[in-house]
């Protein structure tokens, strides 16, 4: 039977965890996915649309679609790179910088919740299981 899979507990568990994160972010603004581009930004401001996708794994109408929704938020904007015009580049507005450390606050809160009543090696055999998951990509 498929509900007796370990897939189907971790379809089950992703999506309950999707659900907190969601609830979590409207707070602030957010739709879930908002805060993995934001996350680049954070990491380097200035990032063209193309070094989204290519960062996110994810298709052109999805960043394309999300910085939109970003950009109507005064969370970021574009701006032509000044050595190239014809590239656009995707820059944090004060509002988009100052997301970080709620956004980080709710992750690590999730996480702490996911591991509850876990010792520390079953966290550090959980995060080392899901690491070693083909596909993995973090």
Not at 19 to 40: D, F, K, R
Not at 72 to 92: E, M, N, S
Not at 120 to 132: I, M, N, S, T, V
């Amino acid at each position: 039977m498929l509900d007796e899979t370990l897939t189907y507990a971790l379809i089950k568990l992703m999506k309950a965890h999707r659900n907190q994160l969601a609830a979590a972010l409207v707070p602030l603004g957010l739709h879930v996915g908002q805060e993995l581009l934001l996350n680049q930004l954070w990491r380097e401001d200035g990032l063209t649309q193309g070094e989204l996708i290519a960062r996110l794994g994810v298709e052109p109408p999805t960043v394309t679609k999300t910085l939109q929704r970003l950009e109507r938020g005064g969370i970021v904007y574009r701006a032509p790179d000044p050595d190239r015009p014809r590239v656009g580049r995707v820059y944090l507005t004060d509002t988009g910088k100052a997301l970080r450390e709620p956004v980080e606050g709710i992750w690590k809160q999730l996480d702490e919740d996911l591991q509850r009543g876990f010792t520390a090696e079953e966290r550090e055999l959980l995060a080392r299981f899901l690491r070693a998951t083909p596909d993995f990509h973090c």
